[in-house]
């Protein structure tokens, strides 16, 4: 009979534990990761589970298989840093300086592009989109919850009027930012909200005028203005 210290759970949760490992540090690259045996003894799951965990990180660049020594973590840069799972976990770990500041790093050099081409190619339909989104990150108000669905809608509207699918995947790394922003920082309050929905209007009115130019910079306001944001309330969000 196995000790009671044994738990149950399922490929999610034992997928989202050891990446969580991995991208923690507990797990260092190139240290070679549990065996059928060790994982039974631990969550309690067969080998066909521990196979399908397995070919998930594996999937996700995390570890790979190297014969007669074992499945061996890999380094950060091989990671798959654009799929939802891996920018999840990378939340649940916890999102320092560094790794915020990559993020903006990628959405300034991304994003100021999607709303160029937007303008250049968005359909009435689109545009209406990004507008129905604005107004519902208006109408969400102080809910934290609402508000960030409603921004996410946003930024999803505006690459699919970028005509470039892309720029649509790209929407998994802005998610992971307005994750971060709902953990890290304090509500905000109702002028800064609207500020926000302002800058994001901005984008949508260029887009709607055909101005590349002019959306590319609004789009570099809104993140810029965002990272500020971050960095100024997060502060006050954390425990002293």
Request: glycine share 8%; net charge neutral; proline share 4%.
């Amino acid at each position: 009979m196995r000790d009671s210290g044994t738990i149950h759970v399922g490929h999610d949760e034992v997928a989202g534990i050891l990446a969580c490992e991995i991208i923690s540090g507990q797990r260092p690259q190139g240290s070679r990761m549990p065996s059928v045996e060790e994982m039974f003894d631990r969550f309690g799951v067969s080998r066909v589970m521990m196979r399908e965990v397995t070919k998930t990180l594996t999937a996700k660049g995390l570890v790979a298989a190297k014969s007669r020594v074992g499945t061996l973590v890999l380094p950060p840069e091989r990671w798959a840093w654009f799929d939802v799972d891996l920018l999840s976990w990378r939340v649940r770990v916890g999102l320092d300086a560094a790794f915020m500041d990559q993020l903006t790093q990628m959405r300034r050099a991304v994003e100021p592009a999607a709303a160029a081409l937007a303008a250049e190619r968005a359909s009435p339909a689109q545009i209406d989109e990004m507008r129905a989104a604005l107004d519902a990150m208006a109408a969400a108000g102080v809910n934290r919850h609402a508000f960030a669905q409603a921004d996410l809608r946003f930024h999803v509207a505006l690459g699919a009027a970028s005509g470039n699918p892309l720029f649509r995947s790209f929407a998994s790394v802005v998610e992971t930012a307005l994750d971060a922003s709902l953990s890290l920082t304090a509500p905000p309050g109702a002028d800064t909200i609207a500020t926000i929905v302002r800058r994001h209007r901005d984008v949508a009115d260029a887009v709607a005028a055909g101005d590349a130019a002019g959306a590319a910079r609004a789009m570099l306001t809104v993140i810029d203005e965002g990272v500020q944001w971050l960095r100024r309330d997060g502060a006050s969000a954390r425990p002293a």
